[in-house]
């Protein structure tokens, strides 16, 4: 079963018809790119849709948690807890503000932070703790939020995976003293790049306000490229992908000419903070924003669909599959992830990859992706977090964006459950 159309699952996955026409239009509209009241209302929908005070927008995720850790007036050298299997985008914000990361390992069940494992991270010098909800799939906030409590560190969830997804009927973001939010290419929406930090508390809310006040927009040049990214992508790249590796030639040398962005700088694999970071959210890019925050929640149903046709097909003795919703959490599924045999990862890619469909979307492999970040520079030590570090090995993950059909979706499970 050779798919016609190349399927992937990271390529600017979630873009429809109307986000690339919007993109195009906004190309000929630079007055539109920098400042605007779009920033503003994309603000004030996305308290409406949260359930937060006060939220605000960055061009990207990067650039909100380091206004937060920012407002937070830590001491230099600090101890920021996290979890292993993350991206270098969550811990490089942490460096950038002179502070250490220190990781925590996950659980199999959730591939989120382990509980009894932060607990034993925790030294005199911990002062926050950074809880991610991996792939959409909430953390057991309860057991973390009482840890950080008891040892009063403050908690910051990292919620880049997670829009709309819920914990105990509350949506994920609320529950700590602040929160990030991605709406990075693959995310649950997409601008391409940008960002949302909240804070509930006044104080903390008003400190952000000010460091977002006081951080320019990204240069004219830097937007255009991000425009430019959905309609290139979307003529050029993915309808050539699959003959003879044309599209991928192109994507690479479009990036190499700097027409287009990659989702991580080369330097942030190395600790370094790129020139556009951090900086305002632009106004030609909270308008992308806006628009798919209409389609959220139509987005989620979607993915969750998609995930239930998965997981009916697949459990069973070959795959195990994180993430059942129980204690309470609704998940979003920004990927349906597949624990495999240590071996079988790779063979499963190039399998797939014969079939037309890309399912390497370079989670796998570390445990802080991409595969090519320096683990020293990220402070990682090796053998820390062993589970992170196994089921980095034996992770595959299959696509449950808006543009994959059901009917992809079982052609996709029947693929793999046949493998």
Known sequence: MIFRKPIFISLSPNVQKDDVWLAFKLIFMPWKWKKGRDSAALEEKFRNYSGVNNSFAF????SAFMAILKSLELEKGSEVLLQAFTCNAAVNPIIWSGLKPVFVDIEKETLNMNSADLEKKITPDSRAVLVQHTFGFPAKIDEISGICQKHNLILIEDCAHSLGAEYKSRKIGIFGQASFFSFGRDKIISSVYGGMAVANDPVLSERISKIRD???YPSYCWVFQQLLHPVLIKILVMPFYGLFGLGKIVLVGLQKLKIISKAVARGEKQGIMPR??????????????LNQLKKVDEVNEHRRKIAEIYRKKLSGPNFYLPGLENGGRKNVYMRF??????????????FFQKQNIFLDDGWRKSVVVPVSTDLDKMNYIKGSCPMAEDIAQRIVNLPTHINISPDTAEKIKNLLSGF
């Open 276 to 289: 556009y970071f951090p900086k305002k959210m632009p106004n030609g890019l909270a308008i992308l924003a």
């Open 214 to 216: 006081n951080y320019q």
């Open 337 to 350: 992830p597949v624990i495999c045999g240590k071996n079988e990862p790779a063979q499963i890619l190039k």
């Open 59 to 62: 061009n990207s995720g990067r």
